[in-house]
């Protein structure tokens, strides 16, 4: 029984690799639609939601599945319930890619100038989901604490661009719809990094049994 458990906690870890790259390839396809303004690239992403929400459920039905033929305890169990977790803070992260795209659907074509820094700001969120895997699948609770520090660079990056786009509103009034969109883009990007931070709480909740979540590091 021993070995059959650990074959279906690798075959959830490889699952888990698949949402996360799935993910990940949203979080990009959101970027790369809003530094061009293009709604081909958005509607792409919108389309590949569904490829997620199907891996997600495959995946959860797999954990608990798990959980009921083997009973897990300890280690083994903190593994299938941060598979879990983290499969659940994956699929957000291709909502909030999906609500990225449809807001860059509605501004596309308007010729405005790129007035927030989405290139540095998706940039530093991909790079935190990708870091928050990394440390998953190594085991490595010193890389997961460093990717719980550098959300608060998206979380500044989000505050800033509130501030600039609160004075464009004023400004100019006549595009006071895009420039919402564009706030509601630095939104969902700073909720992403804090979904890639989640996953990296769940890799030391993993590693080393200790629940951070709404404590300091």
Same mark, same amino acid.
């Given at each position: 029984?021993?070995? $059959? ?49 199907? %891996? ?9 599945? !798990?959980? %009921? ?10 593994? !299938? ?16 890619? !999906? ?5 860059? &659907?509605?501004?596309?074509?308007? &010729?405005? =100038?790129?007035?927030? =820094? ?18 998953? $699948? ?27 786009? &609160? ?27 804090? $979904? %890639? ?21």
């Amino acid at each position: 029984m021993l070995r $059959h458990l650990d074959r279906s906690i690798e075959e959830i870890r490889a699952k888990l690799d698949s949402v996360a790259g799935l993910a990940c390839k949203a979080v990009e396809g959101a970027a790369s639609a809003a530094l061009e303004l293009r709604s081909d690239l958005a509607q792409k992403v919108v389309a590949g939601d569904t490829a997620i929400d199907s %891996a997600e459920v495959e995946l959860e039905e797999l954990c608990l599945r !798990v959980l %009921a033929l083997y009973q897990p305890v300890a280690q083994d169990l903190r593994s !299938v319930i941060a598979a879990l977790k983290i499969n659940n803070d994956l699929e957000r992260i291709g909502d909030l890619s !999906v609500s990225i795209a449809l807001r860059v &659907q509605k501004i596309a074509g308007k &010729q405005l =100038p790129l007035i927030i =820094p989405i290139e540095k700001m998706s940039a530093l969120c991909i790079s935190l989901l990708k870091d928050s895997m990394i440390a998953f $699948h190594k085991g490595d609770t010193s890389l997961a604490r460093k990717v719980w520090e550098r959300d608060s660079e998206v979380n500044d990056l989000h505050r800033n661009n509130y501030g600039t786009l &609160q004075n464009r509103m004023r400004e100019d009034p006549d595009n006071i719809e895009s420039y919402v969109s564009y706030l509601s883009i630095s939104r969902n990007f700073e909720r992403i990094a804090d $979904h %890639a931070t989640n996953i990296a709480e769940d890799v030391i909740y993993l590693i080393d049994g200790e629940i951070v979540r709404h404590t300091k590091l």
